[in-house]
C-alpha cells in the first residue's frame, strides 16, 4: 500500500515538474505558420519580384494588394514608382530597349518590428539583360533601401522605400513633361545602337538622359 502511495506521489511530482519546465520554454510555432520576420522577407522579396516584372513585361504593377500609403511618412513614394515605371515604359519603346531576362538579389542587413510597424534595411544587387545587346549584362550592385512595413488585417504591407539610383535621381532634377520631352528627343537612330569600344558596355539611358 505504502508502494502505491509513493508510486502516486512520484507521478505527481513528475507532472508538476513538467509542467513547470513548459511554462517556462519559449511558445513552440506550429507547423505551417510563418514567423513576422519571414512575413515580412516574404513580401519585400514579392514587391521586388513585381517590379522586375513590370520593368520586363511593360506592363504597370497593380500595388493594391502589397503596397499603402497609409500613415506613411513619404506618401508620395508610391507615385515615385508609378511615375518610374511610366519612364521605364517609354525609354523601352523609345530606344528599342526592352528586358530580356533580369536576376536581382536581396542582402537583408536587418528587419527590426514592433507589432504593427517594421522596417527593412537591405541591399539590391542586379544583372539585366537588354534585347538592344542581349550578350552583355548590365549589372546594378549595393543599392541600398530602407523599407518600412505597416501591418493591416494581419498582413505586412510595404509603407514606404527609400533609396537612391540614377533613375530617382532623374525624377528628382526634372519634372516628369521634361523628362518624356527629352526622351523623346534623343530616342534617335545613333542612340538606339550606340558606338561601343569593344569589350565596353553601352551606357545605361537613363544616364544619357541625365547627360542631356
Known amino acids: 500500500m505504502n508502494t502505491i502511495r509513493f508510486s502516486w506521489s512520484s507521478i505527481i511530482t513528475v507532472l508538476v515538474i513538467a509542467i513547470a519546465f513548459s511554462n517556462m520554454s519559449s511558445p513552440v510555432q506550429v507547423l505551417g505558420e510563418t514567423t513576422d520576420d519571414e512575413q515580412i522577407k516574404g513580401v519585400v522579396q514579392d514587391y521586388f519580384q513585381m517590379l522586375y516584372e513590370a520593368?520586363?513585361?511593360?506592363?504597370?504593377?497593380?500595388?493594391?494588394?502589397?503596397?499603402?500609403?497609409?500613415?506613411?511618412?513619404?506618401?508620395?513614394?508610391?507615385?515615385?514608382?508609378?511615375?518610374?515605371?511610366?519612364i521605364e515604359r517609354a525609354i523601352a519603346k523609345s530606344f528599342n530597349q526592352?528586358?530580356?531576362?533580369?536576376?536581382?538579389?536581396?542582402?537583408?542587413?536587418?528587419?527590426?518590428?514592433?507589432?504593427?510597424?517594421?522596417?527593412?534595411?537591405?541591399?539590391?544587387?542586379?544583372?539585366?539583360?537588354?534585347?538592344?545587346?542581349?550578350?552583355?549584362?548590365?549589372?546594378?550592385?549595393?543599392?541600398?533601401?530602407?523599407?518600412?512595413?505597416?501591418?493591416?488585417?494581419?498582413?505586412?504591407?510595404?509603407?514606404?522605400?527609400?533609396?537612391?539610383?540614377?533613375?530617382?535621381?532623374l525624377i528628382a532634377s526634372s519634372p516628369s513633361e521634361e523628362i518624356f520631352n527629352n526622351i523623346g528627343k534623343n530616342s534617335q537612330p545613333r542612340y538606339t545602337n550606340p558606338m561601343v569600344p569593344h569589350g565596353q558596355k553601352p551606357r545605361p539611358v537613363q544616364e544619357r538622359l541625365l547627360l542631356r
Do not use: C
Open 98 to 169: 526592352s528586358i530580356l531576362k533580369y536576376e536581382f538579389k536581396l542582402d537583408f542587413q536587418s528587419v527590426e518590428m514592433s507589432s504593427a510597424w517594421a522596417t527593412v534595411n537591405l541591399y539590391e544587387s542586379n544583372s539585366v539583360w537588354y534585347s538592344s545587346s542581349p550578350e552583355i549584362a548590365s549589372q546594378m550592385g549595393l543599392v541600398k533601401h530602407v523599407i518600412t512595413l505597416i501591418k493591416i488585417n494581419n498582413h505586412w504591407m510595404i509603407n514606404n522605400d527609400q533609396y537612391e539610383d540614377e533613375m530617382t535621381q
Open 55 to 86: 520593368r520586363k513585361t511593360l506592363v504597370a504593377s497593380d500595388f493594391s494588394q502589397i503596397a499603402t500609403t497609409k500613415y506613411s511618412a513619404n506618401p508620395g513614394w508610391l507615385a515615385r514608382e508609378k511615375e518610374r515605371q511610366e
